[in-house]
Nanobody
Framework: QLQLVESGGGLVQPGGSLRLSCVASGFIVDYYVIGWFRQAPGKEREGVSCISSSGSDTNYVDSVKGRFTISKNSTKNTVYLQMNSLKPEDTAVYYC?????????????????WGKGTLVIVPS
């Protein structure tokens, strides 16, 4: 069974940091493009960052560039999202998703399966 499980969310003050984890089971992350997406209250889900199957290529939405870093640990079959300098507008449920497609095609419609999400709250 192909599965993604996110963790690491929580309540953090503005300017703080969190590291989200996305643990994969039933498949090997090195053969998939993995993306992080988020959905804020009352808003549509948006793409945050993606990492290629090799891990050599990444991309970010403009609003998180310089603050968030995506990475993966192949040994642990896990993809991370390090989030620094968090802002209230980063409040959202964060999801990871996977596709066997090609980087940089990491749009919501490209993804083959999803985790259930982890909630990040940055109060104003």
């Amino acid at each position: 069974q192909l599965q993604l499980v996110e963790s690491g969310g929580g309540l953090v003050q503005p300017g703080g940091s969190l590291r989200l984890s996305c643990v994969a089971s039933g498949f090997i992350v090195d053969y998939y493009v993995i993306g992080w997406f988020r959905q804020a209250p009352g808003k549509e889900r948006e793409g945050v960052s993606c990492i290629s199957s090799s891990g050599s290529d990444t991309n970010y939405v403009d609003s998180v560039k310089g603050r968030f870093t995506i990475s993966k640990n192949s040994t642990k079959n896990t993809v991370y999202l390090q989030m620094n300098s968090l802002k209230p507008e980063d409040t959202a449920v964060y999801y990871c998703a996977a596709t066997q497609g090609s980087f940089p095609y990491c749009y919501e419609s490209d993804m083959d399966f999803w985790g259930k999400g982890t909630l990040v709250i940055v109060p104003s």
